[in-house]
Structure formats: structure tokens, C-alpha cells
């Protein structure tokens, strides 16, 4: 399960070297609003560390990367992930 306002790691697996890859971005969408994070490489896989603020919207949520390699854009597979409300301490 993930949470609001926690920090993890959100990684895609775009199963190519990623060597000399730019223009990397983790693009991701929950409700209708849209955005991106830049993101960074490490082999095959593009990640974002997420700050509290990030995953701060319930509900369902959809990320794709997107990277530039030898001069062709590429796009991966939509992962989905939903983001749980934390139940909070009893007073």
C-alpha cells in the first residue's frame, strides 16, 4: 500500500540500456490533473523520489515514463498505483 504524503520511490522498468538517454520524465496522472517529474536512470530503470508533498491526492493514480534516446522518443507502459488515505490516530 502507499500512502499520502509519504516518500518512496516510484520506478519504471523500461527494459532498454538507458545509457545516453535525456529528456527523462516520469509523467503521471490522478483525477484529472496531469504532470511530471523530471526523472533519473539507473540502467534500465527511470525513478522519482517522491517528497511528502508529492502523493498528496486519494485515488487513482497512472505513470508512464518518457525518455529520448538516439534521437527517438519513447514511452512506456501506463503503471497504475492506487494512493490510500492514512487512518489517522483516535483522539
Do not use: H
Not at 499520502?4 to 545509457?19: A, H, P, Q, V, Y
Not at 536512470?41 to 517528497?51: A, E, H, P, Q
Not at 498528496?56 to 498505483?81: C, D, H, M, N, Y
Request: net charge negative; proline share 4%; glycine share 8%.
Amino acid at each position: 500500500m502507499i500512502y499520502t504524503g509519504t516518500n518512496i520511490r516510484i520506478e519504471i522498468d523500461t527494459e532498454m540500456d538507458l545509457s545516453g538517454a535525456t529528456d527523462t520524465v516520469i509523467r503521471y496522472k490522478v483525477g484529472k490533473t496531469f504532470g511530471e517529474w523530471e526523472a533519473s536512470i539507473d540502467g534500465t530503470k527511470l525513478y522519482y523520489d517522491t517528497s511528502t508533498d508529492d502523493l498528496s491526492t486519494a485515488g487513482p493514480w497512472q505513470f508512464q515514463g518518457v525518455f529520448t534516446l538516439a534521437g527517438k522518443r519513447f514511452k512506456t507502459e501506463i503503471a497504475k498505483e492506487t494512493i490510500q488515505i492514512p487512518i489517522p490516530k483516535p483522539e
